[in-house]
């Protein structure tokens, strides 16, 4: 059982920065892939970036080039680095872990606000 905890999240003006984190209740071993999901009101989840578990990372169209996932080296936690940001990237997100055989993300944090405002 992982239990998951998001932190970081706030108002912000267009074009600033947040970081978000994620902290972990175990070590995040090399058998879990962990990703950042975000949810606009009504608007679908949608995946926002993703690190598996050697390191590769993936990212939404939407966000490449301006947000960066990483693991800290103790790999307990998990951030989003998320640079000029703009209104649509406001929402609801979620960090996630997914152990490698699993398919799907079956382990989520609680959630925390970002708000960008124009």
């Known amino acids: 059982q992982v239990h998951l905890m998001e932190s970081g999240g706030g108002s912000v003006q267009a074009g600033g920065s947040l970081r978000l984190s994620c902290a972990a209740s175990?070590?995040?071993?090399?058998?879990?892939?962990l990703g950042w999901f975000r949810q606009a009101p009504g608007k679908e989840r949608e995946e926002v970036a993703q690190?598996?578990?050697?390191?590769?990372?993936r990212y939404a169209d939407s966000v490449k080039g301006r947000f960066t996932i990483s693991q800290a080296n103790a790999k307990n936690t998990l951030y989003l680095q998320m640079n000029s940001l703009k209104p649509d990237d406001s929402g609801m997100y979620y960090c996630?872990?997914?152990?490698?055989?699993?398919?799907?993300?079956?382990?989520w944090g609680q959630g925390t606000q970002v708000t960008v405002s124009s």
């Open positions: 175990r070590y995040m071993s090399d058998r879990y892939h």
């Open positions: 996630a872990a997914r152990m490698v055989w699993d398919t799907t993300f079956n382990y």
């Open positions: 690190i598996d578990s050697v390191g590769r990372t």
